[in-house]
């Protein structure tokens, strides 16, 4: 399918408006195998705003620090104005050991970094990556709200948040986005997650569409991945899951040769179906695949396929959990009530 201009969707209530689809930079700088030229990631960079694609995601934790390093440098020279720039804080590194903050004093700390690195004065949206579950969550986004205010930041988002947490959040300050894991295989988020953004106004930002390859290629040879790619601590992608879940994407792939599309855009078709308040942002490192990736905008889909495309993947098909199991999830972000709290 052959990609258009990429239209724009608003992401929640309080006046943030993205590109259709978005551009994930995260596997830009690691995690999916080295690091790529930063020149080479430039290009595409600037090769997706001139598509349309505005609306670009990285994270402090990315690289760490040189995702947000690298589009600083692209978006250089009057670029910046062209963009909606999300990114993230939450993971930091304590003597070695992954710890998760949400703490007033981190959260300034790290945001005054982002800006530095990332070359601006102000940052689109800036999520919470992971919840503490240490502090209530009104603490965290008092301080953000704080930011707000301040200019040093314009919106405020979750990443794998619970509904609950979600939902005290917003009482302290608008939530514009919730990021979260949604994909034709990732549909736990549906039950209770997706009602409540939808109930508070909430822009849902759908990451890891492409099951992080997996609908793309089928990722048949994880053995071949480089030993530091991430994918190999996911029990998703382990071989004895593999070889049981390999019969969805040849299912996903045939049924997109009957469309006539590819498989990437097929499983990016099904996500950009569930309404104009869904922002997919596929990861790529290759104009090609991103060309491909926002030809899925063109892909239609009837209630039947959409209902054929979910038989393929249901819960009692996919073997494996989604995520690692040292990296909290939305299952376990839930925080302190407020009058537990006393600040240090
Ligand atoms: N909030 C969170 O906790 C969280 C977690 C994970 C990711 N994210 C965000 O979400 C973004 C996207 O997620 P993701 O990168 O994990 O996974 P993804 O978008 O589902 O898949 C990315 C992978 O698919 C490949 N790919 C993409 N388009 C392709 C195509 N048309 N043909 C063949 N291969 C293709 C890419 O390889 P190539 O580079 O070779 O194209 C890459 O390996 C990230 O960049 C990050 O910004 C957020």
């Not at 849902?204 to 530091?228: M, Q």
């Not at 991430?230 to 029990?235: A, I, N, S, T």
């Not at 179906?273 to 997919?280: A, E, F, I, L």
């Amino acid at each position: 399918m052959e990609a258009g201009r990429v239209g724009r969707i608003k992401l929640g209530s309080q006046g943030l408006e993205v590109s259709a689809q978005g551009l994930g930079c995260m596997s830009m700088s690691g995690v999916y195998g080295l690091p790529k030229p930063e020149e080479d990631m430039i290009a595409l960079i600037h090769h997706a705003l001139n598509s349309g694609v505005t609306f670009l995601d990285t994270s402090d934790v990315y690289g760490p620090f040189t995702n947000e390093i690298l589009l600083g440098k692209a978006l250089e020279g009057g670029v910046r104005e062209r963009v909606e720039l999300a990114t993230k804080f939450g993971f930091c590194s304590v003597d070695g050991k992954r710890e998760i903050r949400g703490d007033p004093a981190y959260v300034r700390a790290a945001c005054e970094a982002s800006l530095t690195r990332l070359h601006m004065d102000c940052i689109d949206l800036y999520y919470q990556h992971r919840i503490d579950t240490r502090l209530p969550i009104e603490v965290t986004i008092g301080e953000l709200k704080k930011l707000v205010e301040e200019g040093k930041i314009k919106h405020i988002g979750l990443s794998e948040a619970s509904a609950s947490t979600i939902r005290r959040a917003h009482a302290v300050h608008p939530i514009t986005a919730v990021q979260l894991e949604w994909s034709l295989w990732s549909r736990d988020v549906e039950q209770e997650i997706i009602p409540t953004c939808r109930e508070l106004g909430i822009g849902i930002v759908a990451y890891s569409p492409l099951a992080r390859g997996f609908f793309s290629s089928g990722l048949k040879s994880i053995e071949n991945l480089s030993h530091d790619d991430f994918r190999k601590l996911l029990p998703r992608y382990q071989p004895e899951n593999m070889e049981h879940n390999k019969t969805i994407f040849e299912s996903v792939n045939e049924m997109a040769k009957r469309k006539g599309c590819t498989p990437s855009q097929l499983a990016l078709a099904w996500v950009h179906h569930q309404g104009n308040d869904v922002c997919p942002i596929p990861g790529t490192t290759k104009i090609e695949n991103f060309n491909q990736n926002i030809g899925a905008l063109s892909v239609k889909l009837t209630p039947g396929e959409m209902a054929e495309l979910e038989s393929f993947a249901s819960e009692d098909i996919v073997k494996g959990d989604r995520s690692a199991h040292d990296i909290p999830t939305w299952k376990n972000s839930e925080t302190p009530p407020l009058s537990s709290w006393k600040a240090a």
